[in-house]
């Protein structure tokens, strides 16, 4: 994960659970100073074909994820300017702005880290303590992949479905967010498929099973058990 984004995220997460109600709780020093950059990719576009196609990932990060991160400048500078006349109410407007750019931002920013090429660390299966939390949460990794691509395909409209760990058990989960609603509170998020038609439509154009299968190939386990372990 980019610095930028470790700088960023602590506040931008308590922006989120704040909401509109709270304005002040995310017009803080450090929160309004820092700003949001595309994180760098480990691969080039064409790495993950034939799964997801260079013209895909392009697009996806060049364009999609691109805007995401100007939203959330803009809204941070309209934060900044506001809390320096005192208008809080003004500052509280861009809580929506928050939640839907910073939400992108870090769901693409973790997601880029979910994916590998499938001739490099990317697809198989996960190993060590996340294969034996799959194991004993889901009953396998197969299981798991089922339940994950039935969760993506029950999304309407445009989310994400996560594999997440709860903070206080350490149980594994799967949960979908609207949007780019993103994992807040005990939830840590480990590992996120975007279900938007960007991620696939020019590739897989209506057949989204055929994409939610075949991510799997290219998945980075080593990164989700980074997560898991943390």
């Given at each position: 994960?980019?610095?930028?984004?470790?700088?960023?995220?602590?506040?931008?997460?308590?922006?989120?659970?704040?909401?509109?109600?709270?304005?002040?709780?995310?017009?803080?020093?450090?929160?309004?100073?820092?700003?949001?950059?595309?994180?760098?990719?480990?691969?080039?576009?064409?790495?993950?074909?034939?799964?997801?196609?260079?013209?895909?990932?392009?697009?996806?990060?060049?364009?999609?994820?691109?805007?995401?991160?100007?939203?959330?400048?803009?809204?941070?500078?309209?934060?900044?300017?506001?809390?320096?006349?005192?208008?809080?109410?003004?500052?509280?407007?861009?809580?929506?702005?928050?939640?839907?750019?910073?939400?992108?931002?870090?769901?693409?920013?973790?997601?880029?880290?979910?994916?590998?090429?499938?001739?490099?660390?990317?697809?198989?299966e996960?190993?060590?303590?996340?294969?034996?939390?799959?194991?004993?949460?889901?009953?396998?990794?197969?299981?798991?992949?089922?339940?994950?691509?039935?969760?993506?395909?029950?999304?309407?409209?445009?989310?994400?479905?996560?594999?997440?760990?709860?903070?206080?058990?350490?149980?594994?989960?799967?949960?979908?967010?609207?949007?780019?609603?993103?994992?807040?509170?005990?939830l840590?998020?480990?590992?996120?498929?975007?279900?938007?038609?960007?991620?696939?439509?020019?590739?897989?154009?209506?057949?989204?099973?055929?994409?939610?299968?075949?991510?799997?190939?290219?998945?980075?386990?080593k990164?989700?058990?980074?997560?898991?372990?943390?």
């Amino acid at each position: 994960m980019s610095s930028t984004l470790l700088r960023t995220a602590p506040a931008l997460r308590a922006a989120m659970r704040a909401g509109a109600s709270r304005p002040a709780t995310f017009a803080t020093t450090s929160f309004v100073r820092t700003k949001a950059t595309l994180p760098d990719l480990s691969y080039d576009f064409g790495a993950l074909e034939p799964y997801i196609s260079a013209e895909i990932m392009e697009l996806h990060y060049s364009k999609h994820h691109q805007t995401y991160v100007n939203g959330l400048n803009s809204a941070l500078a309209t934060i900044a300017e506001a809390e320096s006349k005192g208008d809080f109410t003004k500052a509280a407007s861009q809580a929506p702005l928050i939640n839907f750019h910073g939400g992108g931002h870090l769901n693409h920013t973790l997601f880029w880290e979910n994916l590998a090429p499938a001739s490099r660390e990317g697809g198989g299966e996960p190993a060590g303590g996340l294969k034996s939390a799959i194991n004993e949460d889901f009953g396998s990794v197969d299981t798991l992949r089922k339940q994950m691509n039935t969760a993506l395909a029950g999304i309407q409209g445009s989310g994400w479905a996560w594999l997440v760990k709860d903070k206080a058990t350490g149980t594994l989960s799967i949960v979908t967010r609207a949007n780019q609603d993103p994992v807040t509170g005990n939830l840590a998020p480990l590992l996120g498929i975007d279900a938007w038609e960007h991620a696939y439509y020019l590739q897989y154009q209506n057949r989204k099973a055929e994409y939610f299968d075949a991510i799997w190939n290219v998945v980075n386990w080593k990164t989700v058990a980074k997560r898991f372990e943390n």
